[in-house]
């Protein structure tokens, strides 16, 4: 079955302590992005990746990183989270250019305390 | 600065109604605009709008993209309870996707 994952679904974690949620397709997509979604401000890409190896940043990258080195899987670090991380985090990619439909991972709610 | 603006916020109807959600947009490099629709977990497509295909329709669902005034809208016809969701609209560009805050439609039987 065609699908973007992503782990863990859930998290609640404190402030500072390294985290990574991990993001996979099986769709062979050379895009992929990271969203947060925030009430009253809707989806924001935090990163994105037009292939390997190429990352770059979105509207809103301050206190994340990426990486990409494999096609398939694109990860999202949070070095030292912050309460203002606090937030629904979706996964998402595309076959190539982003002017196609995205397709989304089933997000990841974090609470950071 | 690329964004988009969807209106109204939030929409409350009866069943059998008839709903246009707007979105508006102002981006440098435009490509497609998408809708999708977001129930309690991630968002799903429902059209994809370009130059070259500027409406689409899906059973109840309709979509039309206005170029000259850089904005789309979606029709639901017949509303059914289960057209309850947030209706989110995206642009793309060159390498990246700007998303409206969403309109959030409640449909009362």
């Known amino acids: 079955e065609a699908q973007v994952t992503q782990n863990p679904r859930y998290l609640i974690t404190v402030t500072g302590k390294k985290l990574t949620v991990t993001c996979s397709q099986n769709m062979n997509h050379e895009y992929m992005s990271w969203y947060r979604q925030d009430p009253g401000l809707g989806l924001r890409q935090i990163y994105y990746s037009m292939n390997v190896e190429v990352t770059d940043k979105g509207d809103v990258p301050e206190g994340y990183k990426v990486s990409r080195k494999e096609k398939r899987n694109f990860p999202l670090i949070l070095e030292s989270p912050s309460p203002n991380q606090t937030s629904l985090y979706f996964c998402?990619?595309?076959?190539?250019?982003?002017?196609?439909?995205?397709?989304f991972g089933p997000g990841t709610r974090l609470l950071v305390l | 600065e690329d964004k988009v603006v969807q209106s109204p916020l939030s929409l409350v109807v009866h069943e059998g109604d008839t709903v246009t959600l707007n979105c508006s947009y102002e981006v440098t490099n435009f490509r497609s605009l998408l809708w999708y629709k977001q129930e309690k977990k991630a968002p799903t497509f429902l059209f994809m709008l370009?130059?070259?295909?500027i409406e689409k329709k899906s059973g109840r669902l309709s979509s039309i993209l206005d170029k000259k005034e850089l904005s789309s809208i979606l029709n639901i016809t017949a509303t059914q309870t289960g057209d309850s969701a947030i209706y989110l609209c995206a642009v793309g560009t060159g390498n990246q996707f700007y998303f409206g805050t969403g309109t959030s439609l409640t449909v009362i039987p």
């Open positions: 998402a990619s595309s076959p190539q250019r982003p002017q196609e439909t995205q397709y």
């Open positions: 370009t130059s070259s295909g």
